[in-house]
């Protein structure tokens, strides 16, 4: 392969990387051990029981819709440590960001980095610019309807499954239209809180030539009675490159800090389960 082949062949595969990074980031925007077809990704082994008398498709939606719009309007401030990483199938790390996101109600969020390492080329083409997209979306200069909805889903109820300490309603999820910004997979909604503990798929339509598939998997936890990110990652599966995986780990969550004793204390515990991003 000449040189300016090779150059390009590495700008196309840098730009793949940082496409599958976006979508990833758009999926988990909505509100996300299992299956999935995706080498490196964890897997769920509980099994799937009946559902509980009264569990209906219009019935999930209507409770998650609900139980969202009060978990949004009881936070007001968030920050956490980020680690972002992109490795092979052995965990050979190529690039890595660390750093600390701040959200501040209702659409600021700043990255502060405290430390990078690894290919100054993956983390400018990929890494960065992922980044760049998740502060640029909570401040509305991009939009992308990807809402877990009636109006952009269906759902397949499969019946309960145990996720670590959460009992959850599992659900096939298909998307309405081919959107790379929807995604096919499975999805799993706390059967109290209504919020979703966990998500995993693929885009609904094919993200570039260069990217052959792109699995994700999403896992929350509930901090302070907010369900926030535990971790990210995505398979990339690249033409004539191979696979990598796009890691985020969030850690160290600090939650309302910039609120009031006062103003914490009103809001009860059981009604405060995050299941976006923001």
């Not at 599992?170 to 909604?189: C, H, N, Q, S, T």
């Not at 706390?190 to 885009?203: A, T, W």
């Not at 699995?215 to 302070?224: M, N, P």
Request: with cysteine; glycine share 6%; proline share 4%.
């Amino acid at each position: 392969m000449e040189r300016k082949d090779r150059e390009r062949f590495h700008s196309n595969l840098l730009l793949s990387l940082g496409t599958a990074a976006i979508f990833a980031m758009a999926m988990f925007a909505v509100e996300a051990k299992a299956q999935t077809r995706g080498e490196g990704l964890p897997h769920l082994e509980s099994p799937v029981e009946p559902l509980g008398p009264g569990v209906t498709e219009s019935r999930v939606f209507a409770e998650l819709a609900a139980h969202n719009e009060q978990r949004r309007s009881a936070l007001h401030d968030y920050s956490a440590l980020r680690t972002y990483q992109v490795v092979d199938l052995k965990g050979k790390v190529h690039a890595e960001e660390v750093g600390r996101m701040e959200f501040l109600a209702p659409d600021k969020k700043t990255f502060t980095v405290d430390s990078e390492s690894g290919s100054g080329l993956v983390r400018h083409m990929a890494l960065n610019p992922l980044i760049k997209s998740e502060i640029e979306t909570a401040a509305g200069k991009e939009h992308h309807d990807s809402a877990i909805s009636a109006d952009n889903y269906s759902l397949d109820l499969l019946g309960e499954q145990q996720v670590g300490p959460y009992r959850c309603f599992v659900a096939e999820v298909l998307p309405k239209r081919k959107d790379k910004y929807l995604f096919e997979g499975k999805l799993w909604i706390d059967v109290d809180d209504y919020s979703v503990v966990r998500i995993e798929g693929h885009p609904a339509k094919k993200l570039s030539f260069w990217i052959e598939r792109a699995d994700f998997v999403r896992q929350y936890q509930k901090i302070e009675g907010f369900w926030l990110p535990q971790k990210d990652q995505t398979l990339v599966q690249v033409r004539l490159y191979g696979k990598k995986i796009l890691t985020i780990d969030h850690q160290d969550y600090v939650v309302n800090a910039g609120q009031t004793k006062q103003a914490r204390a009103i809001i009860p515990e059981t009604d405060i389960a995050l299941t976006s991003s923001h």
